[in-house]
């Protein structure tokens, strides 16, 4: 089994706690796995954002897929403000370390249904996600998870959906 890199809230801009699931329920053929950013789909359903999208982020999976057309489907709202904690990778699924380079540049998401929704640092048309801070090792040492913060132009919140 491919690991998953879970993509989990750091902050809530309004400083609320837990979760929203506003009745969202599952697109047909979804497989995403918890931690998963995901979208609203044309048919008002839940589905998983692909490597190629750029708006429209409704927020974080709570749980797997059922793969059941119109399951629920508990998602965490994303806001503008928020700060997530994100993987990040260079074009592939393999998770990518962190450099101080990586401060404040803006990102474009690479997703893929074993590994989950990542930040990818290769060349991207639309950035979605800016690094605002990073998640050191218990030696002070970089990882591959950063905090980052959406655009908030990407957010479903934020363009009306």
Do not use: H
């Amino acid at each position: 089994m491919a690991a998953t890199y879970p993509v989990v809230m750091s902050k809530k801009a309004n400083g609320s706690v837990g979760w929203i699931s506003q009745k969202t329920v599952e697109a047909a053929g979804q497989s995403y796995k918890a931690g998963s950013l995901v979208k609203v789909a044309a048919s008002g359903a839940v589905t998983i954002i692909t490597t190629a999208d750029a708006t429209a982020i409704l927020g974080i999976a709570i749980q797997d897929a059922t793969g059941v057309t119109g399951a629920v489907a508990p998602v965490e709202i994303l806001e503008s403000g928020d700060v997530i904690e994100i993987t990040l990778c260079n074009n592939s699924a393999t998770p990518a370390t962190a450099a101080l380079t990586d401060l404040f540049k803006k990102y474009r998401l690479y997703s893929a249904a074993a590994s989950g929704t990542q930040l990818d640092q290769s060349t991207g048309t639309v950035a979605v996600a800016q690094v605002v801070s990073f998640v050191l090792d218990s030696n002070g040492a970089f990882t591959s998870r950063v905090l980052a913060k959406p655009i908030a132009t990407t957010l479903a919140t934020e363009v009306g959906l």
